[in-house]
């Protein structure tokens, strides 16, 4: 049985913490240090460490990767495979050198598209049809390193990150077990076309702004790819008071007509939503959400506000 270490931290990790705890002995869990949260700011674990240490493996959790002490501790440990998803750092090359198989990665796009740190997120946004997981080698490069597999599948036209996030989480899972399972016994790992790589840069909060002078389709991608986190926000302006900030969730692209209407006006105000003109077609908006309240259907709140056919969102 192959000697392992699991590097990862939130919870898209857990399905392939889970296959390595299955088809290794594992040895270790290395995870990010507690960070404080909610209003409290108390201290709080990740979700990969409270795993961890319900399966009594033990926990490591460096503040640095760099300065040596990480290494020494995997050469003690002495694994044959690192296998890493979602740990939040890049790897020194001493590090990747530990293992006598090397680092594997389970990435969740298919490379090269979307390397970084976003990339279910950014391929939601673009509105690809189709992502997957890569398990791969690891380089000294971000998501540069040669692929063994993919795995691929579709995304939902209305599907969200957040929910593309739990799907390919156990996407992931589920290919790493079988890969593991078969390992060393694998075809070898094949380069990547670096011509064609897209980077996927971190989410930024100010990107949650929605610009309904794009398409209606740009727009439901947007909103859709921004949740749940930071989530898509607009401007809704009722008469000569300042503009109440609003986040929006749950679109769908509208089959309504936007003639003579000009972008982020209201079209029309149903049980499905506040349909809004853009671009080039019309958005739903399914739910809203005022600063300091709770998220509500778009309906209930367009009632609560007198919203009607000529009401304007955005700037």
């Known amino acids: ?13 857990l399905p392939s913490l889970a296959a390595v ?27 990969v460490k409270v795993a961890a240490e319900a399966l009594g493996v033990p926990v490591l959790q460096p503040t640095k990767v760099r300065d040596g ?20 750092r890049i790897l020194p090359t001493e590090i990747l050198k530990v293992p006598r198989y090397g680092c594997i990665n389970v990435h969740a796009s298919l490379l090269p598209r979307w ?7 950014r391929a939601v946004l673009a509105g ?13 490069g971000c998501d540069t390193g040669a692929v063994f597999e993919m795995v691929e599948t579709e995304v939902g036209e209305n599907e969200t990150s957040g929910q593309l996030f739990e799907r390919l989480a156990e996407l992931g899972g589920a290919a790493l077990e079988d890969f593991l399972r078969r ?32 398409s209606a389709r740009a727009v439901h991608n947007h909103i859709r790819g921004m949740d ?15 503009p109440l900030r609003v986040k929006v969730f749950a679109s769908s692209v509208s089959s309504h007509d936007s003639s003579g209407a000009s972008a982020g006006e209201v079209i029309a105000v149903d049980a499905q939503g506040v349909h809004l003109a853009c671009g080039s077609g019309v958005v739903c908006l399914g739910e809203l959400q005022a600063a300091g309240k709770r998220r509500s259907a778009a309906k209930a709140f367009a ?7 000529g009401s304007r969102f955005g700037a």
């Open 183 to 214: 390992f060393p016994e694998v075809e070898p790992a094949k380069a990547q076309d670096h011509d064609a790589a897209v980077h996927a840069p971190k989410l930024e909060k100010a990107e949650g702004q929605l610009d309904f002078a794009q």
């Open 69 to 88: 002490g990480l290494e020494a501790s995997l050469r003690e440990l002495g694994p044959d495979l690192i296998l890493v998803t979602a740990y939040g």
């Open 21 to 47: 705890a299955a088809t290794c002995e594992l040895l270790a869990v290395v995870s990010q240090p507690d960070r404080p949260a909610g209003r409290g700011r108390k201290l709080r674990p990740p979700p």
């Open 115 to 121: 390397r970084g740190a976003a990339p279910i997120q």
């Open 128 to 140: 690809d049809p189709r992502t997957g997981v890569a398990i791969m080698q690891m380089d000294e």
């Open 303 to 309: 009632d609560g506000r007198d919203l009607k056919p």
């Open 1 to 13: 049985m192959l000697k392992a270490v699991f590097m990862g931290s939130p919870d898209f990790s």
């Open 228 to 242: 749940p986190w930071p989530g898509a926000f607009t401007d809704l302006r009722l008469g000569e008071d300042e």
